[in-house]
């Protein structure tokens, strides 16, 4: 599956954007879908994940409660609605496939090519 993230930009802190990461090749329905980010200098870490059919979701403790990742299987496409942003939020973010419902790195065998996200003050 290849995959191709969009929707990064720069936005105010406390501000609102939605990422999308369409996928081509093969239908997503079949992969466990998730978002990573990388800050500079930083190690590429756990946003969210979400199951096969939408109804099962994980996200890391730092964007519990703000971020919200959801999936259109008919669009093939997986979303990350990212609320209430805040300047530790700014990275290069990282949709990826997987074939379990893991916040594990080293499950996910696909990756798309990353947006940028810049929050300011």
């Known amino acids: 599956v290849q995959l191709q993230a969009c929707g990064g930009g720069l936005v105010q802190t406390g501000g609102s954007l939605r990422l999308s990461c369409a996928a081509s090749?093969?239908?997503?329905?079949?992969?466990?879908m998730g978002w990573y980010r990388q800050a500079p200098g930083k190690e590429r870490e756990f946003v969210a994940a979400?199951?096969?059919?939408?109804?099962?979701?994980l996200y890391a403790d730092s964007v519990k409660g703000r971020f919200i990742i959801s999936r259109d299987n008919a669009k093939n496409t997986v979303y990350l609605q990212m609320n209430s942003l805040k300047s530790e939020d700014t990275a290069v973010y990282y949709c990826?496939?997987?074939?379990?419902?893991?916040?594990?790195?080293?499950?996910?065998?696909?990756w798309g090519q990353g947006t940028q996200v810049t929050v300011s003050s």
């Open positions: 979400i199951g096969w059919s939408g109804s099962s979701t």
């Open positions: 090749r093969r239908t997503i329905s079949t992969y466990v």
């Open positions: 990826a496939a997987s074939l379990s419902f893991s916040r594990r790195y080293e499950t996910y065998g696909y």
